[in-house]
Each structure stands twice: as structure tokens, then as C-alpha cells.
């Protein structure tokens, strides 16, 4: 296919770089990495890191605060826009199976530049998650460390408040074993998950069937609570939406769906990074699409069950923030279950942990190959075939930023970062569709154009619904990124040494 029928082709930041490309650098010797996972084993690792800190932390807080029973409503408007992006991705993930899920996408379709930007976006959103989540997986060890009389000193369990430094040993400790893990191998790390997630699957099920025995109807009236004006939020706390258009949101009422929706969403966080495995799948055509689809489906079906039997079990106004799910079965007088969902909860969170470093290591190792990030770090394992270098350093880097994290704040950050991504995806699709028709697809995204516009638009309005400091924040970390780029990545950028040598600027996506 010649260059003509690209209707815009690309030089300089723009460049791409062509799938063909992109899986002839999976073959260098010193660069590849092992083949090892079946569709099963990514299944599972979505399962694994979508069920986590969502479930079992944000149900509370969200019902309520922002929907009541109805927070089942917005966990299906939060599961219907990520399978819209998963639908992309899985087209994505079998056209091109290589590391780096988004980041390599954009490569193929938009550009380099694009490209850093959306990788440099998952770095952050992939460390500030697995950062968040180490916190969550803290506080639930630690409260069952204190129903056996141990207790940590407040300094060292991240919540001092009169010396105001307070460092969660606990959480930096995790992510330290965990990037251990990654080092010694795929393998390994996907039977740790496997077994981890089995753990984690029984204990939601618990939760579903012991807590529907539990369950009183008068609970669920009202199901949609009347709308309330949102109070306490001024300046740039408030919804971006509301400065821009003057739109109220409000708590509960059918437009309060929409609110929880957008705090939810970090429920869903995840599946994406099934993409980032692709390189280490053995049928990626094949299995990539399962994996992806099959495990956002196991559990938007798991998250719905369990938000309907919470809220029936305890009335909203009266539910937990801190553990809802253990604490509605307090409330009945079942102490006992109460205990299992806690022990679940720090047993399935190290998963999600395990899987959300996982996804990070695989884009920083991919962005370092092509040369956006220094070469040095895309060196694998001579033994265990893992990018050892980029794990060691971020594994670290991590464990640091776990021990001082506030969840709140960050959190929010790590969902503008996912949608963001969600939308690039989503585009990318649309233009590869255009400027390489010829590719083999084995998985083809449904009702193209119309579904990735569909999309991006529920992405955009999810991330529309977030804080306006939120997106100042996020702005702030992409002009980072892009002047990053331009000190070191352009420069350095293999695709674009390969055109110089050649004396012809690279450009728009070519033939095989």
C-alpha cells in the first residue's frame, strides 16, 4: 500500500511508526519477551485487577452519597462505556500484539507525539493506581491486624496526624514483593494472580448469595433517591461541566447516575491492561479479545449483584465509606462474614496491585525500545525474559509513592487518565480503519464509525464530570510530558534516527 492513499502523510512529531514495524522490533533477541498466556490466563488477569478497591471501598461512599440503590445503574453506565473503549481495544490488541497497549495504538495511528502523550498518560495513571490501591490493601491488612491485638505505630501506617508525617510501611512493602514478582516471570506472576483472584471471586460470591438472605425490600425505597443540590464543592472542586456550561449537578435523582458513574468508573480500571500483555500472548489474535471482553463482562455482572444486595441489606443513609461490604453484614449480626470480606479484600487487592505495575512496566519498557525513553531500560532478563530494568525502577519509585499517598485526590486523577486514554484508543481505531484498510484484522470493532464516536463521547463526558482541579492537575503532568518529548524523546526517537539515516523524513503508515 502505497503512501498516496494516506490522506495526510506524516514527518517530524507526527511520524508513525507501521505495525509491521512495531512487531518486527518484538523479534530482537535482546528486546523480546517469553510467550506465555492464554486466553484463560488474561481473562483472569482482568478479572483480577478489575475486582478490587471499586467493589469493595467505593460502593459505600458512592450510594451514599450520589445515587442510593440506584448505584447499580451507574455501575452499568460506567460498564457500557468500557466496553465500548474494550471493543476498540480488542480490535487494537489483535491487529497490533505488541507491549504498550494505548501507546503503541497511537504509534500505528496518530503519531509519535501523540503516542508519548498517551504513554507518558499511562505511566502516571498505571503507578498512581497501583499507588492507591497498595493504600487501600494497607488499611484493610491493618484493621485485621487490630481484631488480634497488633497494631502499628501511627507513623508507619500512614495516618499520623499530630507529627503530620505518617509513612505506610505496609504499602510500600507490598509493591516491593510484588515487583519481585514481575521479575521472576509472567508465569509465575499469573498463577500468583490466578490463585489470588480465585480467592477474591468466592468472596464476592459470599457477598451476593449470603447477603440476598439478608435482603429487605424497604430498603430499596426510594430506589432513585430525590435530587439534591451538591453541596461543599465551590471554585475549582466543582465539576468541570458546571463551569463551562452553568450545568447543577446534583446528588441522587436520575442526573446523580451519571455523577456516581464518573467516581465508579475507577471500579473498572483495568481491563485495559490485558492490552498491555499482548507481546507475551501466545494467539493474540485470537486470545486478546477474549481476555479483554470476557473479563469486563464476568464483572460488570458481579459488580451490579453485589451493589443490589448491599444497599438491600443496610439502607444507603446508613452504609459504610470505609468497608461497606463487611460492615453490611455487621449490621445484620453476621460478625463472621464480615471477617471473610476483609480477608478477601487484602488477598484480592495484591492482585490488582500485581496487575496494575504489570501494565506500567510493559508501556515504560515499550516507550523505552523505541527510544522516547533511554534504550537502556528495554533490556530484558536474560533468564526470565522480563524487562527487569524498568521494573526494579519503577517497582521502587512506586513502593515510594504508596507509602505518602492520599487516595482520595489521586484517585480521581487516575480515572481522567484512563478515559483520556479510552478516547485515543477509540480514535486510533477509526483512523487505522482509513489509512490501512489492508491490515488482517482478526477481531473487527462493530459498527464503525458510529461505535468509537459513541465512545469518545461517553468517555468525554465522564471525564467532563471529574473536578476542575482534577483536569488542571492532568494538564500539568501532559505539559510535562510533552516538553519531555522534546528535550529527549524526538531527539532520541529510534523511528526517527532510522529516517535520517535513510536521508527521507518518516512519514504516514506504509505497506508491508
Not at 505518617?166 to 504499602?171: H, I, K, M
Not at 499482548?278 to 463482562?297: C, K, N, V, W, Y
Not at 521494573?391 to 489521586?410: D, K, M, P, Y
Request: aromatic share 10%.
Amino acid at each position: 500500500m502505497s503512501t498516496e492513499t494516506d490522506p495526510a502523510p506524516r514527518t517530524g512529531a507526527f511520524r508513525t511508526k507501521t505495525v509491521e514495524q512495531s512487531i518486527r522490533d518484538t523479534e530482537e533477541p535482546e528486546h523480546a519477551l517469553r510467550k506465555s498466556l492464554s486466553a484463560l490466563d488474561l481473562t483472569v488477569f482482568g478479572v483480577g485487577v478489575i475486582i478490587g478497591t471499586g467493589i469493595f471501598v467505593l460502593t459505600g461512599a458512592v450510594a451514599k452519597e450520589n445515587a442510593g440503590p440506584a448505584t447499580s445503574l451507574a455501575f452499568v453506565v460506567a460498564g457500557v462505556v468500557c466496553a465500548l473503549a474494550a471493543l476498540c481495544y480488542a480490535e487494537f490488541a489483535s491487529t497490533v500484539p505488541v507491549a504498550g497497549s494505548a501507546y503503541t495504538f497511537a504509534y500505528a495511528s496518530l503519531g509519535e507525539l501523540p503516542a508519548w502523550i498517551i504513554g507518558w498518560d499511562l505511566v502516571l495513571e498505571f503507578a498512581l493506581g497501583t499507588a492507591v490501591v497498595a493504600v487501600g490493601w494497607s488499611g484493610y491488612l491493618r484493621s485485621l491486624m487490630e481484631n488480634i491485638g497488633w497494631q502499628l505505630p501511627d507513623a508507619l501506617s500512614g495516618t499520623n496526624d499530630i507529627t503530620g508525617f505518617g509513612f505506610d510501611l505496609l504499602a510500600f512493602l507490598l509493591v516491593l514483593a510484588l515487583t519481585a514478582v514481575l521479575v521472576a516471570g509472567m508465569k509465575l506472576s499469573a498463577r500468583v494472580t490466578s490463585l489470588i483472584v480465585a480467592i477474591k471471586v468466592v468472596v464476592v460470591l459470599i457477598v451476593i448469595v449470603a447477603g440476598s438472605f439478608f435482603i429487605k425490600v424497604s430498603n430499596w425505597d426510594p430506589f432513585i433517591p430525590p435530587a439534591e443540590p451538591q453541596t461543599g464543592e465551590s471554585g475549582l472542586q466543582e465539576p468541570l461541566v458546571q463551569l463551562l456550561f452553568g450545568y447543577a449537578p446534583t446528588n441522587f435523582g436520575v442526573l446523580g447516575i451519571f455523577t456516581a458513574a464518573s467516581v465508579v468508573f475507577f471500579a473498572f480500571i483495568g481491563f485495559d491492561v490485558v492490552a498491555t500483555a499482548a507481546e507475551e500472548t501466545r494467539l493474540p489474535q485470537r486470545d486478546m479479545p477474549r481476555g479483554i471482553i470476557g473479563s469486563l463482562f464476568i464483572c460488570t455482572v458481579l459488580y451490579v449483584a453485589v451493589s443490589i444486595v448491599v444497599t438491600g441489606m443496610q439502607h444507603y443513609t446508613d452504609l459504610s465509606i470505609d468497608a461497606p461490604l463487611a460492615d453490611a453484614f455487621k449490621s445484620t449480626g453476621h460478625p463472621w462474614y464480615a471477617g471473610v470480606i476483609s480477608f478477601g479484600a487484602v488477598i484480592g487487592l495484591m492482585s490488582v496491585c500485581l496487575i496494575l505495575l504489570l501494565g506500567q512496566t510493559r508501556v515504560f519498557f515499550a516507550m523505552s525500545r523505541d527510544g522516547l525513553l533511554p534504550r537502556f531500560f528495554s533490556v530484558t532478563h536474560p533468564t526470565f525474559r522480563t524487562p527487569y530494568r524498568a521494573t526494579i525502577l519503577l517497582g521502587t519509585v512506586i513502593a515510594i509513592v504508596a507509602g505518602f499517598t492520599n487516595i482520595q485526590e489521586l484517585a480521581v486523577l487516575v480515572n481522567i487518565g484512563t478515559l483520556f486514554a479510552f478516547v485515543v484508543v477509540a480514535l486510533g481505531v477509526l483512523i487505522l480503519r482509513r489509512t490501512r484498510p489492508d491490515l488482517p484484522r482478526a477481531f473487527r470493532t462493530p459498527l464503525v464509525p458510529w461505535l468509537p464516536i459513541v465512545s469518545v463521547a461517553a468517555s468525554v463526558w465522564l471525564m467532563l464530570n471529574l473536578p476542575a482541579e482534577t483536569w488542571l492537575r492532568f494538564g500539568a503532568w501532559m505539559a510535562l510530558g510533552v516538553i519531555v518529548y522534546y528535550v529527549y524523546g524526538r531527539r532520541h526517537s529510534r523511528l526517527g534516527k532510522s529516517a535520517e539515516h535513510e536521508g527521507t523524513p518518516a512519514q504516514g503508515p506504509q505497506g508491508p
